[in-house]
């Protein structure tokens, strides 16, 4: 008589796709062992690898009791809160703040000055490094430095005063090709511009925002007033104009030889023109002082306007501010000066600019190394406004004016939960370059605090201003001037997406002289962008609590991938046992997936095959960014003359999540 025995049998395989991003950022301060504080020598804190999505950003700062640097990770969306404070350096605090983050990667790069030193760090998602340092210019009321990204490559750019009066510049470039580490970082090249002659004590950078370009445009001022530019290409800087932007900026003190506030900016285009604004310190109370020059062409080789000044405009601008609509060829000016505490504002359409003087007749006085207005943009659907915060005389919360056009429109102002120091000393607006319906407003005060304050948007427009800080971040700053504190968004977010070719697959009739495999395989293409890739995990219903093939008629479980739950086994005819195995193709590009061992089909031989868990485990990873990359699944299964009639089957789920 024969042993030989049919059970009537369906898989019902369903794949169910999943876009996962990893939870809050985590980051651990000083504590127990969850809360471990881990090192990097020298002095450079650990976290744990950070996931974010749109609307997150980080913080920079520092700390004077502590003579440290700190910073925090912020979550933005509903949650609209920063983390603990973390400790990046200790033994330094740093005065003049600067973070960027990269526009093809989950990267930011740090820059602080002390009395003599420029510090340069970077962080990789998961690890602040200390990339390198030099001498350079860093006074409590004089920043000669800034970082840009190319917006294409991601390449990185430091551009710094050499605190000489020859090669007045110098610079180090580290590629976006490249992660953290001082060895990826161009060797010191010096810049000797035409139109300088005294020690640099200001630098501002800009990058073209175009996708596909490597512009990124420059402008500084030196110990004699003196004012000029170059464009970098993305290998080289160039086209200098050939006369001085300015040979006469605007200084807040008689007495100090050098330019001794912020007085000059500059912004791309969304078309990759160029603008560049200035103070003349020919301004005063009733005499226009706001200059600008434009360099058109969207190239390095851009072609310089002559220099005129920004139309129907009545004062100085010792405080001023330039903003890019994020979607358009549109700009925001806006300025206050010393001759009359007079506020102003001028919207660009793209070709003229329009002038809106005298906004506020009584803001806040003139300070030496401060910043008392900010500009931004707010886009929500067909709408958008631009903004305008400043520091009103003797005000304690937030005066702004919101701008359609040329049209500028007081608003009411926002009290927030714990009042400003009088006077405030540093403004500073970023907008979300995710959710351009958000921006973030940080700022200094007289008292060392430093406050961020969230302002969104809707369609109608509605505004809405919410304490991001929780009352005040750190009440404690080195310095209140210069940008002690720099707040970016993450340009980049990584993302990670998945799909199959199949929503079920079918053994049949199985036998116990034979070891069976399901028709069709079942096929899953990953895609995913980040600095540590993404990875495919499986886990299977059972029956509920082991991994299986269940028949919920006889509740008999074909265990996976035998009796033992191993993690891989090899089937053989007239054994119960079921699995996978799994093998890439040459599809798609980027990172290749790599199967890991329980699962590989090369290793595991022809009825070789890994187990299920009912909790996921991972099939297959990358370490870097890949596109339509894809795993193929072959299911098999063995039955034995033990094995009870009837239906089995298992639900199977596929989850993609970055790393």
């Known amino acids: 008589m024969s042993n030989r025995r049919t059970v009537k049998f369906f898989l019902v395989f369903i794949i169910i796709l999943v876009w996962v991003f990893a939870g809050n950022p985590k980051l651990w301060p000083i504590g127990d062992k969850q809360n471990q504080e881990n090192r990097i020598p020298p002095e450079i804190s650990e976290a744990e690898a950070l996931t974010v999505t749109g609307g997150d950003g980080l913080i920079f700062y520092g700390v004077w009791q502590r003579a440290a640097t700190d910073w925090r990770t912020y979550t933005g969306g509903a949650t609209n809160a920063f983390s603990a404070s973390s400790t990046l350096v200790t033994g330094s605090g740093g005065k003049l703040h600067v973070v960027k983050t990269s526009p093809t990667k989950q990267e930011a790069i740090a820059v602080f000055g002390t009395s003599t030193v420029l510090q ?14 030099t001498s350079t210019l860093s006074s409590a009321q004089t920043k000669g430095y800034d970082v840009a990204y190319e917006a294409s490559s991601g390449d990185v750019m430091v551009l710094y005063s050499s605190n000489s009066t020859t090669n007045e510049l110098a610079y180090r470039t580290k590629s976006g090709t490249t992660g953290c580490g001082s060895a990826n970082w161009s060797a010191e090249t010096f810049l000797n511009p035409g139109r300088t002659r005294k020690i640099v004590n200001w630098v501002k950078l800009a990058p073209d925002r175009r996708t596909t370009s490597t512009l990124i445009a420059a402008v500084w001022a030196d110990g004699d007033s003196d004012v ?26 008689g007495i100090n030889a050098y330019p ?21 310190a020919s301004g005063e109370d009733g005499t226009n002082g706001a200059y600008y020059k434009t360099c058109t062409g969207g190239t390095s080789a851009c072609t310089w306007s002559s220099t005129s000044t920004i139309t ?10 330039l903003s890019a609509n994020p979607a358009t060829d549109e700009m925001i000016f806006a300025s206050i000066g010393g001759g009359g505490s007079d506020l102003q504002a001028a919207y660009w359409s793209g070709s003229a600019w329009t002038g809106s003087p005298n906004l506020d007749t009584s803001a ?30 003797n005000a304690t919360n937030i005066g702004w004016y919101a701008g359609a056009g040329s049209t500028f429109t007081l608003q009411d102002d926002f009290s927030p939960s714990t009042a400003f120091g009088d006077p405030q000393k540093w403004y500073e607006i970023r907008v979300d370059p995710v959710n351009k319906d958000n921006l973030m407003l940080t700022l200094s005060d007289s008292n060392n605090d430093l406050f961020v304050k969230r302002l969104a948007m809707d369609s109608t ?46 053994f049949g009739g199985l036998t116990t002289d034979t070891v069976s495999v399901s028709t069709p395989n079942a096929s899953t293409t990953m895609t995913c962008s980040g600095n540590n890739g993404c990875t495919l995990y499986v886990s299977d219903s059972g029956s509920g609590s082991n991994p299986g093939l269940w028949n919920s008629t006889s509740s008999a479980l074909i ?72 795993i193929v ?13 009837g239906t089995y089957a298992d639900t199977i789920t596929y989850s993609c999540v970055s790393n």
């Not at 201003?465 to 993450?490: K, R």
């Not at 595991?604 to 868990?613: D, K, P, T």
């Open 120 to 133: 340069v760090f970077c962080y990789d998602g998961t690890t602040w490094s200390s990339e390198w340092t």
């Open 228 to 253: 000029s530019s170059m464009i970098w290409s993305g290998t080289a800087w160039s086209n200098e104009p050939a006369t001085a932007l300015e040979l006469n900026l605007e200084k807040v003190s």
């Open 260 to 280: 001794d506030v912020d007085d000059f900016d500059l912004e791309y285009e969304s078309s990759g023109d160029l603008m560049v604004v200035w103070a003349n």
């Open 312 to 321: 129907s405009l009545l004062d100085d601008a010792q405080h001023l501010d």
């Open 364 to 393: 806040a006085p003139s300070l030496v190394g401060a910043k008392l207005v900010a500009t931004g943009w707010l886009v929500s659907g067909a709408t958008q406004r631009s903004v305008i915060v400043y520091n009103d005389l």
């Open 461 to 506: 427009p509605t505004f809405t201003w919410t304490d991001s800080d929780g009352g005040s971040l750190e009440t404690n700053l080195t310095s209140v001037l210069q940008g002690p504190f720099s707040f970016a968004y993450w340009a980049f977010i990584p993302s990670v997406s998945c799909s199959s070719d199949i929503s079920s697959t079918d």
């Open 559 to 630: 265990e996976s991938p035998n009796a033992a739950f191993s993690a891989s086994a090899t089937l053989a005819a007239g054994t119960e046992g079921y699995g996978i195995q799994a093998t890439t193709t040459t599809a798609g590009n980027g990172a290749t997936l790599g199967v890991v061992l329980r699962y590989r089909q090369d290793l595991l031989g022809l009825n070789g095959v890994g187990g299920f868990s009912t909790s996921s485990i991972t099939i297959a990873s990358t370490t870097a960014s890949s596109s339509a990359r894809e």
């Open 633 to 645: 699944v072959t299911h098999k299964t063995a039955i034995s003359t033990e094995t009870p009639g």
